[in-house]
């Protein structure tokens, strides 16, 4: 038909866009849907993210996940369609750092544009592939290196198996991390800031009050 009807026509072919970043760790936690509160707390002390991001198929689970972090000591605000009048409040507190976690719906969290989320969660698998890319896309932005994890729940394997054929990328299983791991990784962090402390040379006075209480 080109041929026929069209004069010196050109073939363009345009290659499709790279659905997935290579600097972006990959992958997925099988969970119990009722674990999934004390899954996401141990990752979130394992790993000690500057920023992160979870996202939520629906509104009421955004606030049920904010809830569950807030009653243990996170940092975190809900985004979703019926606090459209608070977003760009709590999008300035999560830019500041105020906010730790940022928990999302899919429709609120378009047009996010903040460089340095260091976790990406999927506490529910997304109802549509590309949301995946959606998703994940919000860290290792600028160069940067970043981590993606996602709660599976039984069946669910399934439909993450149709996300990686879709953005042709291996997500790996990963082993929770246990107590004992968490106790070793915050009793290393809490040995580093008292090395830090006695580097800087700022232990004078407490010299004297670990002095009297030995004596």
């Known amino acids: 038909l080109s041929r026929r009807y069209m004069n010196s026509p050109e073939y363009i072919k345009v290659t499709r866009k790279e659905l997935t970043v290579p600097s972006i760790e990959q992958a997925y936690f099988d969970v119990k849907e009722k674990t999934k509160p004390d899954a996401l707390c141990r ?126 990328t291996k997500i790996v299983q990963k082993k929770l991390p246990t107590l004992s791991d968490i106790e070793e990784i915050k009793t290393a962090a809490f040995l580093e800031k008292v090395k830090e402390v006695i580097d800087n040379g700022g232990l004078g006075k407490y010299i004297d009050i670990v002095d009297n209480m030995v004596n």
């Open 43 to 168: 990752i979130i002390d394992m790993y000690a993210p500057k920023l992160s991001i979870v996202f939520c198929n629906t509104k009421k689970r955004v606030d049920e996940v904010v809830e569950q972090l807030q009653g243990r000591g996170y940092f975190a605000e809900a985004l979703h369609g019926d606090l459209k009048q608070q977003r760009d409040k709590v999008m300035q507190k999560f830019r500041n750092g105020t906010i730790e976690i940022l928990v999302a719906t899919d429709v609120a969290a378009r047009g996010i544009d903040v460089d340095d989320v260091d976790i990406v969660f999927n506490y529910d698998v997304p109802q549509d592939d590309e949301y995946y890319v959606h998703r994940i896309g919000r860290t290792g932005r600028a160069g940067r290196s970043g981590k993606a994890f996602t709660f599976c729940v039984g069946k669910e394997i399934y439909k993450l198996r149709d996300i990686m054929r879709y953005t042709k």
